[in-house]
């Protein structure tokens, strides 16, 4: 299965996709959270509906894996310009 995708489904993406990684990549996330749409009675006509949260654990991987890139980022430093530091400008 090439990016979570069944073979078969595969196969009937259109030739120049199947080898676009971008493609690939959302077709298998849309794929894999199609189980969790719930769509609502009163919406059956329009499509409508909402999604369905996968629990806490969802988000406690979301948080850690936050603070590990937030952790991982290079920290720029601000750096001060030379002169006239604390002082108001003058009156023009």
């Known amino acids: ?3 979570g995708i069944d073979p ?10 199947r080898e676009d990684s971008l493609f690939l990549a959302l077709a298998a ?5 199609q189980d969790r749409f719930s769509a609502e009675p009163v919406y059956a006509r329009t ?4 999604l ?3 629990g806490v654990e969802e988000l406690r991987q979301i948080k850690e894996s ?7 980022a290079p920290r720029h430093r601000v750096r001060r310009r ?8 003058s009156p023009a």
């Not at 996330?29 to 959270?33: P, R």
């Not at 936050?66 to 991982?72: D, I, T, V, Y």
């Open 82 to 89: 030379a002169g006239n530091r604390g002082t108001p400008p």
């Open 8 to 17: 078969e489904l595969l196969e009937k993406i259109d030739p120049k996709f």
């Open 66 to 72: 936050l603070e590990k890139s937030q952790a991982s």
């Open 29 to 33: 996330e849309g794929l894999a959270i």
């Open 47 to 50: 499509g409508k509906g909402y």
């Open 52 to 54: 369905k949260s996968a």
């Open 1 to 3: 299965m090439e990016a």
